[in-house]
């Protein structure tokens, strides 16, 4: 059984209630999902209360569920690029070429930055961070934490762009980061009447049969207010899947099933 969840934005009491209710905590907020997989595609930072709480939580559980048998892993999504990069560079400006008067500081503000998560920063919270992927395959899904095709940017394979993004995140180049930052903060690629053909484009690149995604809230695709969601959207003719409940907009913390139909009620905790 492989579980994926995203955009925790450091709400972790409804994160930790979603994963017991999938069954993959228990009462005491021990791993007891066995051999199962559970899979986080990034955004664990800013807007929410506390994301070094998140942080914690996971790379607990990456070891409580090697143990068992079972496997945790995350990918990085725009909000790690962000609390990476306002602790590196904070209100550095940017080069000009890539736009004037910005900084990672303004950008942090901006986007629900939260004090206590860079003054609980540690160098081991920041080596974990800097070493995870930015896309993994995974069966017939394809995880992505944002909908964009700017993936495509650093590589033409999952390998060659998780090299390439963690390349960046061990220099100290502004403009490198920068970029990053800009690069996972776009979305949408896969709504519209191309969208279906542009989701068919990435998978036949890095292959799978499906866009797993977080980034932008379901709410944001349907036109409903976050607090009337219910689950994963499919969309793009089935090629993409949807995951991010909206949970700072008031919207749930989805724990959702692959091997599940998407339309199942059961596929969702």
């Known amino acids: 059984m492989h579980f994926v969840v995203s955009d925790i934005h450091g709400h972790i009491e409804p994160f930790v ?21 559970l899979t986080i595609l990034g955004d664990f930072f800013d807007r929410g209360p506390d994301g070094i709480a998140v942080v914690d939580l996971i790379r607990r559980l990456q070891d409580e569920a090697a143990a068992a048998g079972g496997q945790v892993d995350a990918l990085l999504g725009n909000h790690e690029i962000l609390a990476l ?29 939260r004090v206590g998560d860079q003054e609980r920063l540690t160098d081991q919270h920041i080596a974990w961070l800097s070493g995870l992927d930015a896309i993994v395959l995974a069966g017939h899904d394809l995880l992505l934490h944002t909908d ?14 998780n090299d390439e993004v963690r390349h960046v995140l ?22 519209n009447s191309g969208g279906e053909r542009v989701a068919i484009g ?62 199942d009620p059961a596929a969702m905790a």
């Open 17 to 37: 209630g979603a994963l017991g209710r999938a069954k993959l905590l228990d009462a005491d907020g021990a791993w007891c999902g066995g051999g199962a997989r």
């Open 85 to 113: 990069g306002m602790h590196r560079f904070g209100d550095q400006q940017v080069p000009s070429h890539l736009g004037g008067h910005r900084s990672f500081a303004r950008s942090w503000s901006l986007n629900g930055g």
């Open 148 to 161: 964009t095709t700017e993936y495509l940017r650093w590589g033409d394979s999952v390998g060659r762009i």
């Open 170 to 191: 061990a220099g100290d180049e502004l403009g490198k980061w920068w970029e990053c930052w800009v690069r996972l903060t776009a979305r949408y690629a896969f709504v």
């Open 202 to 263: 990435v998978l036949d690149q890095f292959g799978g049969e499906r866009i797993v995604h977080g980034h932008s809230i379901i709410a944001s695709l349907t036109g409903q207010d976050s607090t009337e969601v219910t689950g994963p959207l499919s969309y793009a003719g089935g090629r993409a899947l949807a995951i991010d409940g909206g949970i700072y907009a008031g919207g749930p913390c989805l724990v959702v099933r692959l091997d599940h139909d998407p339309a």
